[in-house]
């Protein structure tokens, strides 16, 4: 149980488009699911924080409109990078927790962003 | 604020070798979890355990084993008779009240033939 999709697992778009991720709870219900990213050799920086039918919370330095997050339903949310650029290249992984233990994040296998 | 600190950055031994990944945590909460993860080169994270603040049990399985002493606030990481197959890099992450994970930088651990 507690498994956690991505969708793409890896894009490589071009600069000045927009491209969304998808993160699905495929077997439970996730409350709360968390964006972050990591860049190579480095660690996971949390980007933002949602909660199912209300606004995403970023981390401070992370733009909000540039990294639109929208979670719809119990189990997706939606990671949008608008107007990418290079430097947006990064792995991108979400995690989800649900009702019961919310102390638990489950993981997504991650999605490989290339911005040519 | 929450820390962790992982002090290896990249650790190499040979098989069969016994390795230890430090990990050491700053909080104020009384009430926190302790995780270890696995990243292989496929990116994916690999849970290997949980640790609650008010369990200082030591834990082993397999080949791992894990040393948690809120003395020190440190959470270590035992691989005995490490195997190629365990290289990867290794994450300690901590959290608390804000349910919000603080990862380490992580230990990237190389096992040789």
């Known amino acids: 149980g507690a498994v956690v999709s991505q969708h793409p697992s890896w894009v490589i778009c071009k600069s000045g488009t927009s491209v969304k991720i998808e993160c699905r709870s495929l077997d439970f219900q996730a409350t709360t699911m968390f964006w972050y990213r990591q860049f190579p050799k480095q660690s996971l920086m949390l980007m933002a924080t949602?909660?199912?039918?209300?606004?995403?919370?970023?981390e401070q330095g992370v733009e909000k409109d540039k990294f639109l997050i929208n979670h719809a339903s119990l189990t997706l949310s939606t990671l949008t990078v608008t107007s990418a650029h290079p430097e947006d290249s990064s792995f991108y992984i979400c995690s989800a927790s649900g009702t019961a233990i919310t102390y638990e994040q489950y993981f997504g296998p991650g999605t490989r962003l290339t911005v040519t | 604020a929450q820390k962790v600190t992982q002090a290896q950055t990249e650790i190499s031994v040979v098989e069969k070798e016994d390795v230890t990944l430090d990990c050491v945590y700053e909080t104020r909460d009384t009430t926190y979890y302790l995780f270890w993860y696995k990243q292989p080169p496929s990116g994916e994270l690999v849970f290997l355990i949980r640790r609650n603040s008010f369990d200082e049990q030591n834990e082993i399985s397999g080949r791992y084993s894990w040393n948690f002493q809120k003395s020190t606030s440190s959470f270590n990481f035992t691989i005995t008779a490490s195997q190629v197959v365990d290289s990867a890099v290794y994450f300690c992450?901590?959290?608390?009240?804000?349910?919000?994970?603080?990862f380490g930088k992580g230990t990237l651990l190389t096992v040789n033939p």
């Open positions: 992450a901590l959290t608390t009240s804000n349910y919000k994970l603080t």
């Open positions: 949602s909660n199912e039918g209300s606004k995403a919370t970023y």
